[in-house]
């Protein structure tokens, strides 16, 4: 099967709809080969691409510009997405690779994106595999790339995940089609290049970025046969308690130990809005407790159930404006009468619940109110929905009918 025809059958089996694409292409090999390969498969569907110029290297702008005349070639709408935050502290390519996420989900939303395809070639979840072996990671993280995945509230698409780089590159030589390498490809300082350049070694042993490649496929369909298992067990063990997520702890304590971790680690992410774990070890320290903080959230054992809440530390000093979502999850439903357009969305906190006395109220306990939503005027509180101040005022999970 042709490059095109299994770039075609790839899409098919992870686009969500007719909705506009967006592309993320940065302008080396693989993104390019992306944008020229849905360029031939979108058959009138509206593509938009957009390209990251973070800033690190003298010609980042120049390479951002040569995209967008490569796109422009091909009738497709272009947006630089500016990266100014790097600090030079920490892990470059983790932090590169979070901004690029948040850049793109912002102009996906801003522009009515159905989704975002990325070039990850087979390579690339090669070396994935490789690098999660090293860190020992368990099936979901040899699982590696998904085809399709959501985060930030966006369709994430993989459509060269069965594409090796090398001929993703033939088959742009082959049609007089260019791109730019980044001299950061050939940094061995990265772990990543590493990772490849010991893939090279591994080859004569057969383990090749394809064999590697098949065996995340296989740890994928066994990540989908623990995760249904998880569903399952989820009805009997677990009750959502305005925004909270509440636990049986002996019925949690009593499923395999997969099981369990699973639970606790989606409702981690969903408390905290986060797509990616937390690492094992440091979950099962979390669980070996009665009181501890992970992931941005707080967990509690208590009278048999284990409660988890968000941290409060975590969203202290966050506002939002009243209309808007709140710590990526909350909406306020305010009263029907005129209120001043100053009023903010913001964690209600040791402050604001001092002046919520009637516990009777209160609709959870006061570590969850201290991290709820509440509204705000400067530093005067208004309203905090569920403890009891500001009777027509409501809180809701914006991704769930239920009224908190």
Known sequence: MSVSARFAWAMAGCDPGLAPLGLAVSGGGDSMALMHLAADW???RALHVATIDHGLRADSATEAASVARAARALGLSHTILHWTGWDGRGNLQQAARDARRHLLAGWARDAGLGAIAL???QDDQAETVLLRLARGSGVDGLAAMAPRTKAHGIQWLRPLLGHSRAELRDWLRARGLGWVDDPSNDNPDFDRIKARRILTELAPLGMSAARLARSAQHMQD??????RAA??????VMRLDHGDIVFD???LDA???DTRDRLVTRALCAIASRPYRPRLRALHEALAVRKATLHGCLLTRKSGCLRITREAQAVAG???PLHARWDQRWRILPPRRPLPDRLEIGALGAQGLQQCPDRADWC???PSLLASPAIWDGARLIAAPLAGMGKDWRAVLSDSPIVA
């Not at 066994?222 to 995760?227: G, I, K, M, P, Q």
């Not at 569903?231 to 009997?236: F, I, R, V, Y």
Request: proline fraction near 10%; avoid cysteine; hydrophobic fraction near 40%.
């Open 231 to 236: 569903e399952d067990a989820a009805q009997g």
């Open 364 to 366: 959870l306990p006061r």
């Open 255 to 257: 499923l395999p130990r």
């Open 318 to 320: 966050l506002r939002a």
């Open 249 to 251: 702890a002996p019925a």
């Open 222 to 227: 066994a990540r989908d046969v623990l995760e």
């Open 119 to 121: 070039g990850h070639t």
């Open 42 to 44: 979108a058959d009138g």
